[in-house]
DNA sequence: GACCAGGTGGCCT
DNA sequence: AGGCCACATGGT
């Protein structure tokens, strides 16, 4: 038995059976602290919490390192396990015949590039501030932005089975530079952490012009004046009206985080790289024809456009 | 050292 | 309502 085997002291075995990447999840631009191991073990990060998981032999099963209990309580939710992609696949691809000339092949190619992405349950309060400091930004610069923010004002977490080997460890998302020599981990701050970081302390910590905006959603958050839980029940127009009173939230980041932290799959953001997609597709946007769908479908183009040599 | 990045707010017609 | 443009910082 391998040393890494050894430290495991939880193993729990898991099966899914619907479209599910780990590489792809962790590298699609919803989350920024995914990180890869070098033997294929993925980490992701929620709250305080975090999981470890890998894809062992038989194709569907897979190794986790949390009770059976968390995985069904949390993380089943976190990925999205529910819903049935395969199957919203095959929906949205009947709709790509009716497309004219070449829009209906580029959403067939895209989707099947982008099959077993799925659309994470995050944090609501994540999610806003990481897509407020997304704008302007690719992705390792998010990435590297999110998890300096952490180190400054989330706290450790205990990890179980904390790896001594964390150095030949490669990362989905590269976090650039040279302060990664640094091991442990850390949480993304919340609301209280980051209550009494001024602007200017945020300035220092990197978010440059984006630093009133992370404070007036602080502001927002702490004085009650923006409840995120209470936002849960409003209808997609509602929630939207409510995150675009947040500085630093307009329409693409206001899509993104009714996306990725409210679950609305209604809403597909338009980026610079959607943007492009809209103008291969004769300048029309497709993506509200596929209703209910239309987010994922986004995600599927998004993952298309900025993982293929597009010219 | 240009040029660009999962944009937005504030101005200007 | 719609068209510019500054904005901070870091990758490529």
């Not at 024809?289 to 239309?294: I, L, R, S, V």
């Amino acid at each position: 038995m391998k040393e890494a085997e050894k430290r495991r002291e939880v193993s729990l075995f898991v099966t899914i059976r619907d479209d599910f990447s780990l590489e792809k999840i962790a590298d699609c631009g919803q989350c920024f602290r995914a990180r890869r191991f070098g033997d294929g073990t993925y980490l992701f990060i929620s709250g305080d919490r975090v999981l470890r998981i890998r894809k062992v032999r038989p194709e569907d099963k897979y190794e986790v390192d949390c009770s059976g209990e968390e995985w069904d309580s949390f993380w089943k939710e976190y990925f999205d396990l529910d819903r049935d992609y395969s199957r919203i696949r095959e929906i949205c691809s009947s709709q790509f015949s009716e497309e004219c000339d070449g829009t209906g092949t580029f959403l067939m190619k895209a989707a099947e590039s982008g099959e077993g992405l799925r659309i994470l349950r995050q944090n609501s309060w994540e999610v806003l501030i990481t897509f407020i400091l997304s704008q302007r930004k690719n992705m390792p610069a998010i990435a590297a932005s999110v998890e300096k923010l952490s180190r400054l004002y989330g706290h450790r977490l205990d990890v179980r089975n904390d790896r001594k080997d964390d150095t030949d460890m490669s990362r989905v998302l590269v976090i650039s530079g040279k302060e990664d020599k640094e091991t442990g981990l850390y949480s993304f701050p919340t609301p209280e952490e980051l209550k009494c970081a001024s602007e200017q302390d945020l300035r220092d910590a990197g978010l440059g012009y984006r630093a009133p905006y992370v404070r007036d959603a602080i502001d927002k958050i702490m004085s009650g004046e923006l409840d995120l839980e209470a936002m849960q029940n409003l209808d997609d127009d509602a929630l939207f009206d409510r995150l675009v009173t947040v500085k630093g939230v307009g329409k693409k980041v206001a899509d993104c985080i009714s996306l990725f932290g409210f679950g609305r799959t209604g809403r597909s953001p338009v980026d610079v790289w959607i943007d492009r997609a809209i103008s291969r597709c004769g300048g029309e946007d497709p993506f509200p024809k596929f209703g209910e769908y239309a987010g994922i479908m986004q995600q599927y183009v998004f993952y298309y456009m900025t993982h293929t040599d597009n010219s």
